[in-house]
């Protein structure tokens, strides 16, 4: 059994910078695509943004991209979302997304069926 455990939610201030992770464990994935994506109250999970398995490609949402940056460590399992300059409008849980075999296209990697296992998600909240 695959499990996915994110972390470093919480609660900033507009304009401030977090660093979430998510630990793999049960198996590596280090030639799998790892996702993020969020979900505001009231709102549907949106794809926020993905890494290759050898996390040389990355893929972001227009909504983060220059803001936001995944990044991994193969040996640790980990996979990372920078978030810098955030907004009011990226409150949300933060969910992170495992899948073993994806085909590199934007459209497969957006859609959170592509997607095999997630983590529980964890909390950021942006005051204004």
């Known amino acids: 059994q695959v499990q996915l455990v994110e972390s470093g939610g919480g609660l900033v201030q507009a304009g401030d910078s977090l660093r979430l992770s998510c630990v793999a464990s049960?198996?590596?994935?280090?030639?799998?695509?790892m996702g993020w994506f969020r979900q505001a109250q009231g709102k549907e999970r949106e794809f926020v943004g993905a890494?290759?398995?050898?996390?040389?490609?990355?893929y972001y949402a227009v909504s983060v991209k220059g803001r936001f940056t995944i990044s991994r460590d193969n040996a640790k399992n980990t996979v990372f979302l920078q978030m810098n300059s955030l907004k009011p409008e990226d409150t949300a849980v933060y969910y992170c997304?495992?899948?073993?075999?994806?085909?590199?296209?934007?459209?497969?990697?957006?859609?959170?069926?592509?997607?095999?296992?997630w983590g529980q998600g964890t909390q950021v909240t942006v005051s204004s």
């Open positions: 890494i290759s398995g050898g996390g040389g490609i990355t």
């Open positions: 997304a495992a899948v073993e075999v994806l085909r590199w296209y934007s459209f497969l990697i957006s859609k959170s069926t592509s997607y095999t296992y």
């Open positions: 049960g198996r590596t994935f280090s030639s799998g695509v």
